[in-house]
């Protein structure tokens, strides 16, 4: 497993992109734009569909349609922070398998997109209002989730 | 310690207590960055939302009018967040950002930004109850595109202060 990531970082950072990021500041700072653009909307979308779970905002709205509503916008966002994330990995991807703080934010990312999709089950059918109760600790625990996500990720850069 | 070209109230500034206690605490620099981050992912994360609605383009079930109110709180959270703890940045390294192309240039697209607020809340957004399921009024739509611009410029002009 331990050398699959590392060949497959190996792999990353001889690739076109990964050498062009790695000799241009310009372009890498580029990049970190679009991850920290991709990285609010991602936050937007979640902030509002957890509380409105928790019955913070959209007080009275049907929960589903404010579900289906954001979900387009909510993965958009994502494929644009993920993407622009492997690139930033791809220009020094030594710099992150040594990163002590890269494993635990891919660990904490995989837990919070599972407790935010876990949520859908429940509330994307019209839904009886024991269905929203109970996605209610799953919004919280997601809230928590891509809290840890952003914080841990910021400090990737700062350790 | 401060260049000798800086102004003199910049290299005040720079000099304080508080810039100096932001500059050399190990942890307070980094603690104030993240919670920068945070502010803007909050702020621009729920501007989008509402940006978009207006546009048309998400959330179509809920009125315009339903989108921004119940948003806007949190859109002041991260604002307040972003503010303070981009003013206690701004203010540590001061000296050495004085000059910083930048930097200017972010502040001069955030006054853009807060003034497309401004006068878009004066004026067509009272108006935005009235607009229903239907689509926003050609200005208002206009205002939401800006912003979205606006915003991410800030964005990607504040990444590269860092680096320049």
Request: aromatic share 8%; glycine share 10%.
């Amino acid at each position: 497993m331990a050398d699959l990531v590392t060949s497959l970082f190996d792999a990353l950072g001889r690739s076109p992109p990964g050498l062009f990021l790695a000799a241009s500041t310009p372009a890498f700072a580029a990049v970190q734009s679009i991850h920290l653009i991709g990285l609010a909307g991602v936050g937007g979308a979640v902030v509002a569909l957890d509380l409105a779970v928790l019955g913070v905002v959209f007080r009275g709205a049907d929960i589903t349609r404010v579900a289906r509503g954001l979900f387009g916008f909510f993965l958009v966002a994502l494929v644009l922070t993920v993407t622009s994330g492997l690139l930033l990995v791809s220009a020094g991807p030594q710099k992150y398998l040594l990163n002590a703080l890269f494993g635990p934010k891919l660990l904490v990312l995989a837990l919070a997109l599972a407790l935010h999709l876990l949520i859908y089950p429940g509330i994307v059918r019209p839904a009886p209002a024991a269905r929203v109760e109970l996605a209610r600790p799953f919004a919280a625990a997601s809230l928590v989730a891509w809290f840890s996500v952003a914080v841990i990720g910021r400090w990737i850069g700062l350790i | 310690m401060t260049d000798p070209n800086t102004p003199a109230l910049i290299a005040a500034i720079s000099d304080s207590g508080l810039a100096t206690y932001v500059r050399e605490s190990e942890i307070t620099f980094p603690v104030l960055q993240t919670f920068h981050a945070l502010g803007i992912m909050l702020m621009v994360g729920t501007i989008a939302i509402v940006d978009l609605r207006i546009l048309g383009v998400l959330l179509k079930g809920q009125s315009a009018e339903e989108v921004g109110r119940t948003l806007l709180p949190l859109t002041w959270l991260g604002f307040a967040v972003m503010l303070l703890s981009g003013g206690a940045l701004l203010v540590a390294q001061s000296g050495q950002l004085y000059a910083n192309t930048f930097l200017r240039a972010k502040l001069a697209l955030l006054l853009v930004a807060g003034v497309n607020v401004v006068i878009f809340h004066a004026t067509t957004y009272r108006s935005i109850a009235a607009w229903g399921g239907a689509v926003a009024p050609a200005s208002a739509r206009f205002a939401a595109a800006s912003s979205l611009l606006l915003w991410t410029a800030v964005i990607v002009v504040g990444r590269y202060i860092a680096y320049y």
